[in-house]
């Protein structure tokens, strides 16, 4: 009986660590636009929404959605974002702040984790795939040159879209 209910804990704790990664991934990803955008144009005007779905938490600069997946970085209002290279600063925010992530992500795979106190070796090794792995994926969708088809970001462009159009702008603002 111990052996079975220590098992569904551990699959309670795997979901809500699933569902903790997705949150965290796709607010570092919006934080990296708003970093990006902050250090081009020193404007504080921003805010942020992660997930989509019914809406449990907002405050000034944040909304957070029940399903993680998705996000929107909103910057206010700002006559410098017409200028090429403070529109690419804030686009190109978003998918370095996930390489950034990423990047530890990988290496910890490659490092054999150990037994902790709270989680099984396996389990530890489930949970550093997945967030590898849906980074990953965070990064690839949002580079890739498309429109969103679905969710939070519906009839939108990715970063990756919006980057090209900017790099293929011929105007003197750079």
Same mark, same amino acid.
């Given at each position: 009986? +111990? ?14 660590i699933v569902w903790l990664i997705g949150?965290? /991934? ?14 081009? @144009?020193?404007s504080r005007d921003w805010r942020i @929404?992660? =997930?989509?779905?019914? +809406?449990? *938490?907002?405050?000034?600069?944040? @909304? ?7 996000? *929107? ?19 190109? &925010? &978003? ?5 950034? %992530?990423?990047?530890?992500?990988? *290496?910890?795979?490659?490092? +054999?984790? =150990?037994? @902790? ?14 967030? /590898?792995?849906?980074? *990953?994926v965070l990064l690839v969708v949002t ?11 519906? =009839?939108?462009? /990715?970063? =990756? %879209? ?13």
């Amino acid at each position: 009986m +111990k052996i079975v209910l220590a098992y569904i804990i551990e699959i309670i704790l795997y979901i809500i660590i699933v569902w903790l990664i997705g949150y965290i /991934s796709v607010l570092i990803h919006e934080t990296g636009h708003a970093i990006g955008f902050m250090c081009a @144009t020193k404007s504080r005007d921003w805010r942020i @929404t992660i =997930g989509s779905g019914r +809406k449990i *938490l907002e405050s000034k600069r944040f @909304t957070v959605n029940l399903l993680p997946f998705g996000g *929107l970085f909103k910057p206010g209002y700002n006559g410098q974002m017409s200028i090429k290279r403070n529109k690419l600063s804030m686009l190109a &925010g &978003g998918p370095l702040a996930t390489l950034l %992530l990423l990047i530890p992500l990988i *290496l910890l795979r490659i490092v +054999k984790p =150990g037994e @902790t106190d709270i989680v099984s070796a396996g389990m530890l090794k489930r949970i550093i795939g997945f967030a /590898s792995e849906y980074n *990953l994926v965070l990064l690839v969708v949002t580079v890739l040159p498309f429109s969103y088809p679905f969710g939070v970001n519906k =009839g939108m462009e /990715s970063d =990756g %879209l919006q980057i090209w159009r900017q790099l293929k702008r011929n105007d003197r603002d750079k």
